[in-house]
């Protein structure tokens, strides 16, 4: 990660030399750098309640990611303002459940692997207007996985420019590799899960809308809504089901899912030094899914460079009516799974964040103007606990 960082820093220098040479009194009409965020992370988890193993064993899984994320402005002839965004990230994962598909160590195609996710985002703001057009694109591949999806909206201020209103559309049209688990593999199977697999098709549509006011200098509030239809292939084939007489099972789901997430955020300014964000949101679905999700955020100005930023979310879900533990499915059930994430369970996270943002900027590079670095800690009622550290540089 070290020499990701270094290498980041030097090419920062050259983004500062052509940022300089781009900036002017007016509005630019080239091409020129708005920002570029490097977040890198390291995550780990353990437990017991595998899915891949029905329900019970090992769910130890480590996960480094890197991201950088570029961002450029340009506006046109019209005095619009163009956002041209380039999203590129990398998750190199190793997982000791996914390596039971096989049942043997170190055997499965899964026990690690590495996902790549590039996107590309475009904005056009008329400010005179208070509209806003948007559209993006992305891609996600990993040994099991690919997605492509795609997005646009549309945003349009209030005309004391106190309010804005936000819908968007993402369509995702996903391909899932059908790995079975090693004991259910028929029709000549060597029983290798390096052998040729077939694909099967999951399509999620989502409508999403916001709408956020400014109260008064201190308290802005906003209010979100989302409807999400799921179609297709929704079960994940190495996961294990046993039944009440012993015998393995492939997790069997409905190939439909429709959802439901509400929410609200809200943040109050207490004077200069203390900002609260709060945010809560509620969840349901046709799976008989219900969750509540509730969050505070307080970043506090240790001085004008320095600031921390304790957090706290607590979450609460009813389990899925297609959920049963290890050995509690029948052969009455239609439908089936043991996957713990769709159980009854609370869980917490709770950590901080640490912000640097010298005036002179970072490492002698007048424009890496900022440096956060954030640690949480996750617990679930069930078992489960993890821990994530992240780095997250800033040009700009």
Do not use: C
Request: charged share 20%; glycine share 8%.
């Amino acid at each position: 990660m070290k020499k990701i960082i270094v290498s980041i820093t030097a090419l920062f220098g050259i983004f500062n030399a052509r940022a300089q040479e781009n900036t002017n009194t007016g509005a630019s009409k080239k091409l020129s750098l708005d920002e570029v965020n490097l977040v890198s992370s390291y995550y780990k988890q353990d437990g017991n309640n595998s899915a891949v193993t029905g329900g019970i064993g090992t769910e130890k899984l480590t996960d480094i990611s890197n991201a950088i994320d570029v961002t450029v402005v340009k506006y046109d002839k019209k005095e619009r303002k163009n956002k041209f965004g380039l999203s590129a990230g990398i998750d190199h994962y190793t997982s000791a459940s996914s390596d039971m598909i096989d049942l043997k160590a170190n055997s499965s195609a899964s026990h690690a692997d590495t996902r790549i996710y590039p996107s590309l985002s475009w904005s056009r703001e008329n400010e005179t207007k208070g509209t806003t057009l948007m559209a993006g694109a992305m891609f996600s591949t990993e040994f099991d996985y690919q997605s492509v999806g795609a997005n646009i909206g549309f945003s349009k201020k209030t005309t004391d420019r106190m309010g804005e209103f936000t819908a968007k559309f993402q369509a995702y049209i996903d391909q899932v590799k059908l790995v079975t688990p090693v004991e259910l593999r028929t029709n000549g199977s060597t029983g290798s899960e390096h052998e040729g697999y077939g694909t099967s098709g999951r399509n999620t549509f989502a409508l999403s809308l916001a709408y956020s006011q400014i109260i008064n200098q201190n308290f802005q509030i906003e209010l979100l809504a989302d409807g999400v239809q799921q179609t297709g292939y929704l079960s994940l084939p190495f996961h294990r089901v046993y039944f009440t007489d012993g015998t393995v099972h492939q997790e069997t789901l409905p190939d439909r899912r429709f959802k439901i997430p509400l929410g609200v955020r809200a943040n109050y300014f207490l004077g200069d030094k203390v900002i609260l964000r709060a945010y809560y949101r509620y969840y349901t679905d046709d799976w008989g899914l219900k969750s509540n999700t509730f969050s505070l955020e307080t970043p506090v100005k240790i001085s004008p460079f320095l600031s921390v930023s304790p957090f706290y979310r607590y979450y609460s879900q009813t389990g899925a009516k297609y959920f049963a533990p290890y050995q509690q499915h029948t052969a009455f059930d239609d439908y089936y799974t043991s996957n713990y994430d769709l159980s009854k369970f609370d869980s917490h996270f709770y950590g901080a964040g640490i912000r640097i943002s010298p005036k002179n900027g970072l490492f002698g590079v007048e424009r890496l103007n900022m440096l956060e670095i954030r640690y949480g800690h996750y617990t679930k009622s069930v078992g489960m606990k993890s821990d994530i550290i992240s780095l997250n540089l800033r040009f700009k």
